[in-house]
């Protein structure tokens, strides 16, 4: 099979490239931990592409904000056909239309025998946890592109019921692999329930998808907050409240403009190490801007969900304490409110299933919800200097062509 991918060629620059085909071994290559190299995976298939998505975690990089190497192939969110399978693989079968959770995990340690998935501890040398096409992740050959190698197979993959229900709802159901999962995570670790308030920082691609799961889990008002009119528009689109972060009014001020009170019942925080200051700051980045913000606004004994990604090296970093994600956090106002903070990769594999249930019974719209708007392979790097301009989309990557464009 020929195979062609989005590789990350430095900051500010991916570009479509002939790749290898994936093996069911582990090839050495950009970002691959050395104690990886030479991994055999018969428990791994092979899968044809049929969506793949661009994340903001993909765009962290692109910026150059990691230490990722060039001649990373990029992609994390990843749905597929199975096209062949190793020897060890028992009951996934050839043909089966399958969502990939970004987290690799081998289904066999402690970590994830007790659901802890997102930091299993023996797929990355360097430290628990492990992505596919990600900075410090082991190695993982990313997804956007034709063809991947999945491993761990029968543990990991999350096979559809009913294949030509599957195609019909494919841009739904691409959400599965990772923004859709965490940003439910982020508003179900939050506490979100029947009748909550709830305010959600930034309306990007995870922002809107943990307001969608914050109505799904019963929230009677869902505040949206961010900079961008254009995405603020799109929270508004399937009926949140807004606030714009950009004027002089305080966030506080703002939420009692619409709730009558000043706190919500729980946060999430879905922007993460590169936020900026709110009002006249807006104009810089000041990383501990969003979670000190939402602990002010959560009422006392409330929780706050953080899917945002936080990491441990950001070479372009406001300070040197922030290089190394070391952030003025108030920590003391979230002890004497006696907040609970959940933070970490999303556990993909706790959430899929249901929402895979959600999505084919119509109980949730996510693709609308988040705006989901197909391109071919080859716009990728179009998609991401869009997505990096502010673009109120996500953009799914289409690399055979199998998704159906709107007309008219």
Not at 196 to 215: E, I, K
Not at 342 to 364: D, F, K, W
Request: proline share 6%; hydrophobic share 40%; net charge negative.
């Amino acid at each position: 099979m020929a195979n062609r991918g989005v590789v990350y060629q430095g900051p500010g620059t991916v570009e479509v490239s002939e790749i290898p085909d994936p093996q069911l071994v582990i090839m050495d290559g950009p970002g691959v931990h050395p104690a990886n190299v030479g991994r055999t995976c018969q428990h791994g298939v092979i899968l044809k592409v049929l969506s793949t998505n661009i994340c903001g975690s993909d765009q962290h990089m692109v910026r150059g904000r990691t230490t990722a190497p060039p001649g990373l192939v990029l992609g994390h969110e990843i749905l597929g056909e199975v096209v062949e399978l190793g020897g060890d693989v028992e009951f996934v079968k050839l043909g089966d239309v399958c969502s990939v959770p970004f987290n690799i995990a081998c289904g066999r340690c402690r970590n994830c025998k007790q659901g802890h998935t997102g930091v299993c501890l023996n797929v990355n040398p360097d430290r628990p946890g492990s992505a596919y096409g990600y900075v410090d992740m082991g190695g993982w050959v990313g997804g956007q592109a034709e063809y991947v190698m999945v491993p761990y197979a029968d543990w990991n993959l999350l096979v559809f019921p009913d294949r030509e229900q599957a195609m019909e709802r494919l841009l739904d159901l691409t959400m599965l692999s990772d923004i859709f999962p965490t940003g439910y995570h982020g508003a179900f670790t939050a506490g979100v329930t029947s009748g909550s308030t709830v305010y959600v920082a930034g309306a990007g691609p995870v922002g809107l998808a943990a307001a969608h799961s914050a109505q799904f889990l019963g929230a009677s008002v869902v505040i949206v907050g961010d900079m961008n009119r254009e995405r603020l528009d799109q929270a508004r689109s399937f009926g949140c409240e807004t606030v714009d972060l950009s004027l002089d009014a305080s966030l506080t001020d703002q939420i009692e403009a619409i709730l009558g009170e000043p706190e919500v019942d729980a946060a999430v925080d879905a922007v993460g190490f590169e936020a900026r200051g709110h009002g006249p700051d807006a104009d810089r980045e000041a990383p501990a801007t969003v979670l000190n913000s939402i602990m002010e606004v959560t009422r006392a004994a409330g929780r706050l969900g953080v899917p945002g990604l936080y990491v441990t090296g950001d070479p372009g970093g406001v300070d040197e304490a922030a290089k190394v994600g070391s952030l003025s956090i108030r920590i003391g106002l979230g002890w004497a409110k006696s907040h609970t903070i959940s933070t970490g990769q999303c556990p993909v594999m706790r959430y899929n299933h249901g929402l895979m249930r959600a999505i084919l019974s119509e109980r949730v719209q996510i693709a609308q919800a988040v705006n989901a708007t197909p391109i071919s392979l080859d716009e990728a790097p179009d998609g991401y200097t869009a997505f990096d301009g502010g673009a109120s989309k996500k953009y799914v990557i289409d690399p055979h062509g199998v998704i159906p464009r709107a007309t008219g």
